[in-house]
């Protein structure tokens, strides 16, 4: 069996670098002999995959001779595949007109392309949005109801995908991430002490009343102070790191650290970066994901839908905090305190999404 897989892979995103391990893990259990990833930068994500036998990298930047899944190699390995796997977020408005931001129209040519050959087409573990305007929601409709197979990785994903292709029965798993690569799984060890933070640029210096580094690092030190915690900055995306050691300079000396590895080092050094952390607070869904699937509690900061749809499917929409309002942080200490304290009941609900994943994925051999 020969999958072709669909997705925002570059190496240099540590949540998407997660992903990636985690689905080529899951996609094992069917016995695939190659597992086909495009990639704009296949050099970087070489390092992230290199002990995965199945996974095969195809470049398509623009020197690669394509325009990311615009690619005359990516179109002939489609027709000669056993699956099309689109997976993350392929059916949003960012960058329309892009072909390298914005995928949907390649991506309908690839989907009809293998329709044309009797392959199935999967969205797995995906998600849905923003689609703004009514050019977005046209194309995105017409994707969606070009796949044969739709796997959702929340409830929100559902409701947007049904407004777009009513009826066409697509249904929530989890996402790919609940069921993670060997090495980010639960730690038997004792819990640890740190609170991680794990906060976007666009969430430290975006704009607005409290975004500025001082603003935050008050908020953080009484989270820290509450319960005599060390803070762990952790940056995954490269933009994010000079915000980050900005923060750092206005934290306490001895009493805050910054883990910024490059992101195809991070899953390196992911292990015992999991086993030192009592609660992960962030505003980026794949690390908000590989935290909770560790059995780490987690607490969301938010200024959209996106992060509070993965505490509705861990049961935990209450320690979800709107990241731009001082008032809400204020709160901060005692939501996390909750999050630990509510730790078995984390684990117990993550072992039910893990198990929604693997039943996704195992429905898709019996096709």
């Known amino acids: 069996m020969n999958l072709v897989m669909l997705g925002d892979f570059s190496g240099r995103n540590v949540g998407h670098n997660v992903l990636l391990r985690a689905l080529a893990h899951q996609l094992g259990r069917l016995g695939p002999e190659r597992i086909l990833v495009p990639t704009l930068r296949p050099g970087a994500l070489s390092r992230v995959v290199e002990d995965l036998d199945r996974v095969r990298l195809l470049g398509v930047a623009p020197w690669h001779g394509a325009l990311k ?14 699956l099309l796997l689109l997976v993350d977020n392929q059916l949003h408005d960012k960058g329309l007109g892009n072909p ?35 050019r977005a929601r046209r194309r995105a409709a017409r994707l969606a109801r070009s796949l044969d197979h739709v796997l959702l990785r929340d409830l929100a994903a559902l409701r ?13 798993t989890a996402d790919a991430g609940f069921d993670p690569a060997p090495g980010l799984t639960p730690s ?14 666009h ?9 500025t580094a001082e603003s935050w690092a008050a908020t953080l030190r009484s989270v820290g102070e509450a319960r005599d915690r060390p803070l762990v900055l952790v940056v995954t995306h490269p933009r994010d790191r ?7 300079q206005h934290l306490p000396a001895g009493r ?47 200024g959209g839908d996106k992060v509070e749809s993965l505490f509705e499917m861990l049961g935990q929409p209450g320690l979800v905090v709107d990241s731009s309002g001082e008032a809400a942080r204020d ?37």
């Open 69 to 82: 899944f615009r690619s005359l190699t990516l179109r002939r390995a489609v027709a000669a595949a056993d």
């Open 331 to 367: 709160g901060l200490a005692g939501r996390i305190e909750r999050a630990i304290e509510g730790r078995t009941g984390l684990r117990a609900r993550v072992a039910g999404l893990r198990a929604a994943v693997i039943g996704g994925v195992e429905s898709l051999g019996a096709r």
């Open 256 to 302: 805050a650290a910054l883990h910024a590895p490059s992101a195809e080092d991070f899953l390196e050094t992911a292990p015992a970066l999991l086993a030192r952390t009592a609660c992960a607070l962030g505003d980026r869904y794949h690390e908000l994901v590989m935290f909770a699937a560790a059995g780490v509690p987690v607490v969301g900061l938010s």
């Open 160 to 172: 947007s995908f049904e407004a777009l292709a009513p009826g066409h029965g697509a249904r929530v």
């Open 203 to 211: 969430t430290l210096t975006g704009g607005g009343p409290g975004r």
């Open 188 to 201: 038997a060890g004792p819990e640890g002490d740190a609170i991680a933070v794990n906060l976007g640029a």
């Open 242 to 248: 000079p915000a980050a050691e900005a923060l750092l």
């Open 100 to 134: 390298l931001r914005n995928s949907m129209g390649a991506l309908l040519g690839l989907t009809r392309l293998a329709a044309a050959r009797g392959i199935p087409r999967v969205y797995l573990h995906g998600s849905v949005g923003p689609l703004g305007g009514p």
